[in-house]
């Protein structure tokens, strides 16, 4: 994608700070840095987004979140850690090629996602599990 700006860090055409590199994906500073050590998991290949990745591209994005967080908690030493990945602009994607947060936290550092739930009875979890399940068979 021409004007991807992921995409251009994947070509090494705009400067990143990169952290892991392999075949499918890349790993990079975020230029926000919500908290210290904060973390991008890239696709290669443009994906728009998880709807996009074959599961080859899920595979690799899953490893290399496992590796990279695993080495973000041994140097920053965090309390926690959130795994953040946004697919479209109602879930508050800005950039619109796969990528996922991984994001150091501790208490009290501000970041918020609120969290609305709406508890309803067993009988409607059982009615929206069927219909995804209808789609999985
Ligand atoms: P999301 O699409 O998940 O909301 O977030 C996109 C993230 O990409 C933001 O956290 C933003 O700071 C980061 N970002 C946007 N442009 C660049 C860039 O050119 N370089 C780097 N390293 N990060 C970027
Ligand atoms: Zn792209």
Not at 9 to 24: C, L, N, R, Y
Not at 45 to 62: I, S, T, V
Not at 92 to 108: E, F, I, K, W
Request: glycine share 6%.
């Amino acid at each position: 994608m021409t004007d991807c700006v992921f995409c251009k860090i994947v070509a090494g055409q705009i400067p990143s700070t990169k952290v892991h590199e392999d075949q499918h994906t890349l790993a990079f500073m975020d230029i926000g840095q919500v908290n210290p050590g904060h973390v991008l998991v890239a696709v290669k290949r443009h994906a728009a987004n998880l709807f996009e990745l074959d599961a080859e591209q899920a595979e690799a994005a899953a490893r290399t979140c496992h590796r990279v967080a695993q080495a973000i908690r041994e140097a920053f030493a965090p309390e926690g850690l959130s795994v953040y990945q946004a697919n479209g602009r109602a879930a508050g994607q800005t950039v619109y090629h796969y990528h996922v947060h991984l994001l150091p936290r501790h208490a009290g550092d501000g970041m918020e996602l609120t969290w609305p739930v709406k508890n309803p009875p067993r009988e409607t979890l059982a009615g929206y599990a069927e219909k995804i399940k209808a789609r999985l068979a």
